[in-house]
């Protein structure tokens, strides 16, 4: 099941790790490829020390630097690590400046002196570096924790990758739809981690065998913690319906689009449910947006710069969880502080806030984004099942679906949910640490 | 009640349109200031008509520019306005191209011409035109809808000011602030106006009166629609708690800040319902963040540049409505697509991202910032009676809170809840057309 992504990790990967730089700006962390792990580990202790298991460090020697304003830890391994005075200070982890059962900081930023040197420093059996301010305040900090904080690139490289797995895989036409059970993922952490790390990495996995009714989307929300409430209600329920208030509530074909871009954080993650499917039609259709927004850079970068800089307004006006009048401004790539795509060609607002010239440049920029969503070498066409439910990452693929036959009865019906990256990444989190510690 | 907004209104608004700009950067629609509006009045017609309650406009005259690739409208009262062929025929309202049910587009991208030109153009009556397309395709457009979608500057500024309310009063330790009854706010949608509007203009409003026990929070998040689910549930209990998961489940002072800086999309309003008030100690504290956003802009610049630049680490791991582990990278002034104050000293992380040398200058400029957060004439303290709720903009206002004397007993108890400024923005809107259509 997962030779699916193994399968076609090089190729991938090199796409991945040559183009990645090219989209990223601002959070490099988010778009960072692992492929420069081999790189990172022939680098100083300190960044082997940000592995998940490192074993301990041990620190050979501490001196404090620049008039006391900096502390210097040389590693046993080879290796140092540099901290700013006024950095140690505002960590101290002591029992009235953090507040261990919340994990979080005490100390007022009122009362750090952000011109601090430390009074005196001492190396206690080569695990722990023993701070004196001067005020008589002392602080205690482990070589661990001091090693995963080195300030080296390399190793906030590392700790930011540890945080966020920012790996990603990317795919056109050729993907292998990684598949696994939907009971599995509700029963077992590992499944749940397999689940949820390949959706961070491929954008898409199709849990199959759930029961053929609604509400198991909700099971898979408590997954992962809960799901995103928006205007169309907790869960929703995609059919042909008379006066649609939304295009997806009729039997049409969807062109690819992202879901509700008229939300200033639309939802990164989006759960679709097959309950029943109709025999003529209805196949569902997706695209990864980020694979071809390097592509479009690479063919057409004037189009590319236009598509991430021109501010476009989306609506989104009816009734159905509640009334909602929704407006929003996005940037359709946007490859700002987070890497997203927004496009819903139905939603995209008549009114259109830019000077009447640029009108015209922006239509062709959308065109050739648009084309490129559409070629071969880059959709991905399959038809869900009753009982089947995909599980993709809405910020980074485009969705669509073919038209199907209407008549007097529902012939084809999908629940759907949203989710937070936020709660998805959470999980992944946790996941994460539970089946590594297993092992 | 209301000459507390309106009593400082002037020279609120002087600083206020002085200000504005400073902040400002991409979305200027969000802080745009609407006592430029008199100048707008002083426009052509096409800007009078984007007026709420505009006389419908008539049309003199239409014509065709650049080859068919423009129509120009002449407008009787004046003024002239010119419309992108492919911008037309990409908004044709037509059944085929449009779902009114929906009110969203049906024309695929796929489908449009980017450079199509009009075979034909006809004025009928004054009052419409009608463009024919060269494949035969007829639109129709009402010399309102165009006239409001006009694409000059102002016209345009005019619509956004429409679309997004983004008048601002900033204040200090001046403020009186805004106060309503709860129940009239739940049973009038005129008083649910206000406080909307209020709440957006000024960023906090309390609504006094409300039943002191837990669930009254459920209300009012009903009435904008629905509240915001986090990690720390529906809503949720600020009391002194034994193992505080969050610095603010205990007795001592609180330091200013927002709200979950860790999540991506920070809930942009907070609602805090008193239940019961401590006899000693326990004020609530407030302050402008945009306000003195602008403030360090003027006094330090360099700081103000730090400040929102620098990608910051925030972090939040626990267990409350489920465990979690968050993580987050924000910029604690966050001028970019959103302007937003990102800043919460508990949860800012160990984990800090930026070059060693950048540390210190950084912790400067945060230093100055809350210098002048806290500074006498920019805070403004108040003590919450049973029955009160503060509702305020928590991607704009830093709040507070004065420590009090933990005992045996409970003697202090705020609920607590979120709600997305989509949401909210959204019921204002509604609420807007509600009430003016009233009068």
């Given at each position: ?205 199709v849990?199959?065998?759930a029961a053929t009714r609604q509400g198991e989307l909700v099971?898979l ?6 799901l995103?409430?928006t205007f169309y209600g907790p869960t929703w329920q995609v059919q042909d319906k008379v006066d649609a208030n939304n295009v997806a509530y009729t039997s049409g074909k969807l062109s690819?689009h992202?879901d509700y ?6 939802p990164?993650?989006q759960f679709l449910h097959c309950i029943k499917q109709t025999s003529t039609g209805g196949e569902s259709e ?30 989104d006006?009816g009734v159905d969880f ?22 819903n060609?139905a939603t ?34 399959y038809k869900m099942k009753p009982g089947d439910i995909v599980t993709f ?6 969705h669509g679906r073919q038209s199907y036959q209407s008549g007097r009865e529902i012939s084809r019906h999908l629940e759907g949910a949203y ?21």
């Open positions: 099941m997962w030779t699916a992504v193994v399968g076609f990790r090089t190729k991938v990967q090199q796409v991945c790790s040559h183009k990645l730089l090219q989209v990223q700006k601002g959070r490099s962390t988010l778009i960072r490829s692992p492929l420069c792990k081999s790189h990172w580990q022939n680098t100083a202790g300190s960044v082997q020390a940000a592995q998940p298991f490192n074993m301990s460090e041990m620190i050979q020697k501490v001196e404090v630097l620049d008039a006391n304003h900096f502390v210097r830890v040389h590693w046993e391994v080879g290796g140092e690590s540099l901290y700013p005075s006024v950095w140690l200070r505002d960590n101290c982890q002591c029992p009235n400046c953090f507040l261990q059962s919340a994990k979080a900081r005490k100390l007022p930023l009122e009362d750090l002196d952000v011109n601090i040197g430390v009074k005196d420093v001492t190396l206690i059996g080569g695990k722990k570096v023993q701070i004196t301010w001067p005020d008589e305040h002392t602080s205690e900090f482990e070589a661990d924790w001091l090693n995963k904080r080195c300030f080296s690139e390399q190793a906030r490289a590392k700790m930011q990758e540890e945080l966020f797995l920012p790996e990603r895989l990317y795919w056109g036409s050729d993907l292998q739809l990684p598949t696994m059970p939907f009971e599995e993922v509700l029963c077992s952490d590992e499944s749940a981690y397999k689940w949820m790390s390949t959706l961070k990495k491929v954008g898409i996995v849990l199959t065998g099971k929300g408590k997954r992962i913690g809960f995103r409430l690819f992202t871009p008229v939300l200033q954080h639309p990164g993650l997706v695209v990864d947006g980020f694979h071809v927004a390097n592509k479009l850079k690479e063919q057409n970068l004037q189009a590319f710069q236009i598509l991430s800089s021109t501010l476009v307004d989306f609506t006006i509640c009334d909602f009048s929704m407006q929003c401004k996005q940037r359709i790539l946007d490859i700002g502080q987070v890497i997203r795509i927004n496009y060609n995209r607002d008549t009114v259109f806030d830019i000077p009447v010239e640029k009108v015209q440049p922006f239509y062709a920029s959308l065109k050739n984004f648009v084309y490129l969503l559409n070629s071969p070498e880059h959709t991905f066409t990452d809405n910020w980074r693929l485009l989710a937070d990256w936020d709660v998805g990444m959470s999980r992944l989190r946790i996941l994460k640490n539970t089946v590594l510690n297993e092992k």
